[in-house]
């Protein structure tokens, strides 16, 4: 009787940590630095106010190949409009080449994009920082601010959750 009590206990404490995580993780507000000229804090009011994207349905597809999510619609603002707005900083146009961005979640999670790939290719007009999913405010399991590269033949894992900081960088040689 004791172990069973025991084993309760624990195993209830194991979930509440569950409940818990997601709103530990959960991000109001995103960075983005680095090799840029203007700093933004960017909140969902002020994606809100950008000139912003609403997507058709996707499925989010894991590594593995399983469907996690038939999603109707994201909307947010693409990866590649903030950065402008952030206005990248670079000595010449042949350093842009070397330009490579993080994604950096609350958890640790990350993931890096490069600057060609969303200037100069047509997947980087699918690379989305959003704030909605299927017409709701995101919940805590993966808000309030999330990023995802739509048209990534895989799409699990450059979907980052409580995203937290953009950071612009430059390969050093
Ligand atoms: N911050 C963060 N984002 C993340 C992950 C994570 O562990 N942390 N896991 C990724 C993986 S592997 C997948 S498949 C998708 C979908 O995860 P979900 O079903 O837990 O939402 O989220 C991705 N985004
Ligand atoms: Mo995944």
Redesign the pocket.
């Known amino acids: 009787m004791k172990h069973i009590v025991l084993i309760l206990i624990i195993a209830s404490s194991l979930f509440a940590k569950e409940g818990d995580i997601s709103q530990h ?1 959960a991000t109001n507000k995103v960075v983005v630095d680095g090799l840029v000229a203007k700093k933004l804090i960017l909140t969902v009011e002020s994606l809100e106010k950008m000139s912003g994207v609403k997507t058709g349905s996707t499925p ?5 190949g ?1 469907i ?2 038939e999603v109707k619609s994201y909307e947010g603002v693409k990866l590649k409009d903030i950065l402008a707005e952030a206005d990248i900083v670079i000595s010449s146009k042949r350093d842009l080449n070397k330009i490579y961005i993080q994604v950096i ?6 993931v890096i994009f490069s600057y060609n790939e969303l200037f100069n290719t047509n997947n980087g007009d699918r690379v989305i920082v959003f704030y909605k999913k299927n017409n709701q405010f995101l919940e805590e ?2 808000g309030k601010i ?1 990023l995802i590269s739509l048209d990534d033949n ?1 799409n ?8 937290e900081k953009i950071v612009v960088k430059k390969i050093d040689l």
Not at 60 to 64: H, K, P
Not at 105 to 110: I, L, N, P, Q
Not at 156 to 163: A, F, M, N, S, T
Request: net charge neutral.
């Open positions: 993780y989010l597809v894991c590594i593995s399983e996690k999510d979640a609350s958890d640790g999670y990350a399991y993966e999330a895989k699990g894992p450059r979907h980052v959750k409580w995203l």
